[in-house]
């Protein structure tokens, strides 16, 4: 029996008529069961023009954050198969159903996009600057959370509907942060990744500083690493939370917290 599929477009000042065209390739290409955008602060009239779209579409008020918005959408899919892909379209329908069939077809449980790959194809190359912070990040990445992958951050995942239900209540990031703390639960669980080579193009209006978050990413992975020490049930890292006053998973918050 084929897997039902779900995907989660988050958006924040999306470029409109980019999201149409991104949204109708997905759906003509993967034939999902749903396709949920989740849009944090949209400007007038934006709802109705997705509304449009032959999507369903989850609205907040609040700016949720990238990660947040995805446990949203993921939460309200009722699909075997969980995905999400940015709303910029930089992974291609045909690169995000490559993502997507190592989980629909059981071979992982978690399947991650890969723009630094060795296979992978870029079309337009980043700026000098962002490439080598990606770069170090995935180096730390690897070394940190012990997990052999050579990009965390591409906006596009899949994961099970089974995998997703054990690591959801251990998801605490909001923002883009999140990607790191998936892989990181998910590894921590034993779950299995898949890591799968995208073609890939940059897109301008990214909402990511690289400058600015360097540092709060780096933060991440230390926490995600600590996280996943405890999932392990190290008795150092137990001991070290149980001196900590920790904020709710994000499946426990409403949107006025994210």
Request: charged share 25%.
């Amino acid at each position: 029996m084929s897997r039902s599929l779900g995907i989660v477009v988050p958006a924040f000042r999306p470029d409109i008529e980019r999201v149409s065209t991104y949204v109708t390739a997905l759906h003509e290409r993967l034939d999902p069961a749903e396709i949920r955008v989740e849009i944090d602060v949209p400007a007038d009239g934006v709802v109705a023009q997705l509304e449009r779209l032959p999507v369903t579409v989850g609205v907040s008020p609040y700016r949720r954050g990238k990660g947040a918005a995805i446990t949203a959408g993921f939460e309200a899919l009722e699909t075997d198969v969980l995905a999400f892909a940015d709303a910029d379209g930089s992974t291609p329908a045909d690169s995000m159903a490559s993502v997507v069939e190592p989980v629909v077809t059981d071979e992982a449980d978690l399947a991650v996009g890969s723009r630094r790959h060795p296979d992978a194809t870029i079309h337009s190359h980043q700026t000098l600057a962002r490439r080598y912070l990606g770069d170090g990040f995935a180096f730390l990445g690897r070394l940190l959370l012990e997990v052999d992958l050579h990009d965390f951050q591409c906006g596009a995942k899949a994961i099970s509907a089974a995998a997703w239900d054990q690591v959801r209540g251990h998801i605490y990031e909001p923002g883009f942060a999140w990607d790191i703390e998936l892989i990181a639960m998910a590894a921590a669980v034993n779950q299995r990744i898949a890591e799968v080579p995208i073609d890939w193009e940059d897109q301008p209006g990214s909402t990511v500083s690289p400058v600015r978050t360097t540092l709060s990413m780096g933060r991440a992975l230390f926490v995600a690493r600590h996280r996943a020490k405890q999932l392990r049930d190290s008795r150092l890292h137990n001991a070290i939370a149980a001196s900590r006053e920790e904020q709710p998973a994000l499946i426990d918050r409403d949107d006025a917290e994210m």
